[in-house]
């Protein structure tokens, strides 16, 4: 996540085994650059890492490649490496299509915010697209791909300015016009029906879009404050409806669909960085502890071919890490 708020905010290779322990998070090779704020997703059977951000010797690199993980061989293939159209990109909306379509909507390249839709359609194409009516609170924001439909709510313009998060939902269509004026147009849904954020966790299950925790803005101290506040979107009927809050205000927190009664919920910041994980059951509306994470971070988190894959993350102040395991997704539930 962006260094600077949580600076305001809170002061802010192992080898490989065979075959881990059942009940133990198995170390894969670690990522080629450490990288936090990234956006991952699945292409056929590899992990598609897109771009982030990292620190070396005090400074902050915004990065702009597109890696992918074999998930048979368990190596990096670097051979598929790409860059990103237009730079470097970070703190995207990650919405999964088929097992072969990623696309990332808005972002930023630590200048400027990007009211855009880049599309990886295959190991080796990629696109960007301009999007119209986007508002340009696009950084750290929630979404994605409910019943085809992409979704993008919250977020904030600059994370140097905590004032301007936002809570407006938009639905990205493709507008098939002549093809010279062919487009994505961003169309307003409902609002988020709680306090304007970011750095929320988001997950889709079935026909809602769910979203948890987050950053919220006090403006008579000038700080963010952490949420416990918790909803689910329903684009068909255009409705929020209110979830069980969280027991533990946290922004940061990363989720991540097991199954269609299953959101695991892990890591992110509360007090500081945790790996602390719990299940939220969608047909019960009750959260219960689950196994945590194989170490503290605001993390990646991807679901493939019966594992859940932990990657890379923010784990300090002015850090990333390298780090990348996996667990069957039967450990979790």
């Given at each position: ?95 999964q299509g088929n097992d072969v379509e990623v696309t990332v909507l808005g972002g930023t390249d630590g200048e400027k915010s990007h009211p855009e839709s880049l599309l990886i359609d295959s190991i080796k194409t990629s696109q960007g697209w301009k999007i119209r009516g ?200």
């Amino acid at each position: 996540m962006i260094t600077r708020v949580f600076k305001i905010g809170a002061a802010l290779v192992a080898p490989l085994t065979c075959a881990a322990n059942a009940a133990d998070w198995e170390p894969l090779p670690p990522l080629p650059e450490p990288n936090g704020g990234f956006a991952c997703g699945v292409q056929g059977h590899s992990i598609v890492v897109v771009g982030g951000t990292n620190w070396e010797g005090g400074k902050k690199n915004w990065l702009n490649f597109i890696r992918h993980f074999d998930t048979h061989t368990l190596k990096w293939r670097s051979e598929f490496d790409a860059k990103i159209p237009g730079g470097p990109l970070a703190y995207g909306v990650l919405c999964q299509g088929n097992d072969v379509e990623v696309t990332v909507l808005g972002g930023t390249d630590g200048e400027k915010s990007h009211p855009e839709s880049l599309l990886i359609d295959s190991i080796k194409t990629s696109q960007g697209w301009k999007i119209r009516g986007l508002t340009e609170r696009v950084v750290l924001s929630a979404g994605g791909q409910v019943s085809g439909r992409r979704l993008i709510v919250g977020g904030m313009k600059d994370a140097a300015n905590l004032s301007e998060i936002g809570k407006s939902m938009h639905e990205i269509v493709y507008i098939d016009k002549p093809r010279q004026d062919r487009h994505l147009q961003a169309v307003p849904l409902a609002d988020y029906p709680g306090k304007p954020f970011a750095v929320a966790a988001s997950a889709v299950v079935g026909d809602e879009l769910f979203v948890f925790g987050g950053m919220n803005y006090d403006a008579t101290t000038s700080t963010p404050v952490n949420s416990v506040e918790a909803y689910a979107f329903s684009p068909a009927k255009n409705t929020w409806r209110a979830l069980k809050s969280l027991a533990v205000a946290n922004r940061g927190i990363v989720a991540l669909a097991l199954d269609d009664q299953h959101i695991y919920l892990a890591g992110g910041y509360t007090t500081d960085f945790t790996a602390d994980a719990m299940i939220y059951d969608v047909k019960a509306d009750s959260y219960r502890k689950a196994k945590p994470l194989p170490y503290a971070a605001m993390v990646g988190l991807v679901k493939l071919d019966g594992f859940v894959y932990c990657l890379g993350g923010e784990d300090k102040q002015k850090s990333r890490t390298d780090k990348f395991f996996r667990i069957p997704v039967a450990e979790l539930k």
